[in-house]
């Protein structure tokens, strides 16, 4: 079923930019805060990026102290060259926590030593990202697991990072991600609204690029799809009960049951004239309606208000 916009959101498209977007996002008022540190002998760059490269390719941990952070994460000193390890990366920095309290529990760190793993490397970007929980796994396990997965694969990973394009799902020294469009059969305004950091999921594969040791993940295949059996369950002119999820200006879309959602164009929500499909019904709302027309092929389920019971309790 498109949204209000026409988009479907059938499919799993990851921008690489998209990618990193919010695990590489800073806040230039916390950047001011972090602590600068260089290295106490002078290094050669060509060197230090032919290492990181080296450590990203073979898998292989490294220590590294902190000399700053900023409001995404931390930075660490790789000889010449300034890394940077995202928040959700961090193994003991809670989730849910205040500004103030990740700020001092972030600054608390600097100075420290962690061990970590390099988890992309990009020169031409001059960006060398790092994890704490990916150091978690022995040596080389991204690159064994790269080579072992495959698309239609069912495994069961750990939520690290929700965004608003997607969540980021740790399989054991390798991230993963679930495009928001995967997470579930029924419409999501955010995958925060039906996961939680820390949480163990169970997803399939989708595909997996291993140039760039990414995979693309689903978590509503792992769960029947409601839309093919739609046929069986529902017939025209049966009447059924819903929740109404989104208002727009042609409608109004109701939820029937989990991952199934039906559209009530704007002229069958009531009689008469109105000026808006909000006058008529809300967000939350408990509504009875008429089933008009079922597609399961193109997903679509067509309803009316008017020539129903209408409004529930």
């Not at 017939?235 to 199934?260: K, R, W, Y």
Request: glycine share 8%; charged share 20%.
């Amino acid at each position: 079923m498109p949204d209000e916009r026409g988009v479907g959101v059938q499919g799993a498209e990851l921008v690489d930019e998209g990618w990193w977007a919010s695990v590489l996002a800073e806040d230039a008022g916390w950047s001011a805060a972090a602590a600068t540190a260089s290295p106490t002998e002078p290094t050669d760059p060509e060197a230090d990026w032919a290492y990181a490269h080296t450590l990203h390719a073979d898998d292989t941990p490294v220590e590294l102290i902190v000399t700053g952070f900023n409001r995404g994460g931390l930075l660490v000193a790789l000889n010449s060259l300034r890394g940077f390890v995202p928040a959700s990366h961090l193994v003991d920095l809670p989730a849910h926590i205040s500004d103030e309290a990740r700020r001092a529990a972030l600054a608390a760190m600097i100075g420290i030593r962690l061990r970590l793993k390099v988890i992309e490397y990009d020169r031409s970007k001059g960006r060398v990202v790092l994890s704490q929980r990916a150091a978690l796994a022995s040596a080389g396990s991204r690159m064994a697991l790269l080579d072992r997965l495959k698309p239609g694969e069912i495994i069961t990973g750990v939520v690290t990072n929700l965004t608003d394009f997607g969540v980021f799902v740790d399989l054991g020294g390798l991230e993963g991600l679930v495009h928001v469009s995967e997470v579930s059969w029924s419409r999501v305004n955010h995958p925060s609204d039906v996961l939680s950091v820390n949480e163990s999921i169970t997803v399939q594969v989708l595909s997996i690029d291993r140039d760039q040791a990414r995979v693309a993940l689903s978590l509503k295949r792992c769960r029947p799809d409601p839309w093919k059996t739609v046929g069986e369950r529902y017939a025209v002119g049966q009447e059924v009960s819903g929740t109404i999820t989104n208002v727009v200006n042609f409608g109004a879309f109701i939820s029937v049951e989990d991952g199934l959602e039906g559209l009530i164009h704007v002229s069958e929500l009531a009689e008469g004239h109105f000026l808006h499909p909000r006058n008529v019904v809300s967000e939350g709302e408990r509504v009875h309606a008429r089933i008009l027309h079922i597609d399961p092929t193109n997903r679509r389920l067509s309803l009316s208000l008017r020539s129903a019971n209408g409004i529930g309790h």
